[in-house]
């Protein structure tokens, strides 16, 4: 849709949302009631605390946070280290973690194709970019660092 945000929260409010009607449609295999809650609402808490650790570093390092504007710096500390896509790898947590909580495990299909979507839609060109702007620096931290964990 023309003019629609392409922001990768509203992608993960919709698979959230089609996890949430897969599993009222067809709770074909569930989880333990206690078990999906616990296990489910620890990924979700996990995936936004990274979230916010995530963001903090745009914060500090003064760069946007947003998918398709030029990065003004290059992140490579805090979660940066460990992954070059910890929001993204926190929202297929919180995506996870929801699954777990509604407990049919139908929609754990989701997250895969989640995965899918924010590396063609949003990672590899957020790398083309990292490369354009940062060159050899960019490369050397895609070497030594993976896309996701």
Not at 13 to 36: D, E, N, Q, R
Not at 117 to 130: D, G, K, N, Q, Y
Request: proline share 8%.
């Amino acid at each position: 849709m023309k003019g629609f945000p392409d922001l990768p929260p509203l992608w993960l409010a919709g698979f959230c949302a089609l996890a949430w009607g897969i599993a009222k449609v067809l709770p074909l295999i569930t989880l333990p009631g206690s078990v999906g809650l616990a296990s489910g609402v620890a990924l979700m808490l996990g995936g936004f605390g990274l979230v916010g650790w995530s963001a903090m570093w745009f914060l500090r390092k003064k760069t946007t946070i947003e998918p398709h504007h030029k990065p003004q710096s290059l992140i490579i500390e805090g979660p940066y280290r460990l992954s070059r896509n910890p929001i993204y790898l926190a929202m297929l947590i919180i995506l996870v973690g929801w699954v777990f909580y509604l407990g049919a495990l139908l929609p754990l299909v989701l997250p895969f194709i989640f995965a899918r979507i924010l590396t063609t839609r949003f990672v590899l060109p957020e790398e083309a970019a990292l490369r354009e702007a940062f060159g050899a620096e960019a490369e050397r931290y895609m070497d030594a660092t993976r896309r996701w964990l």
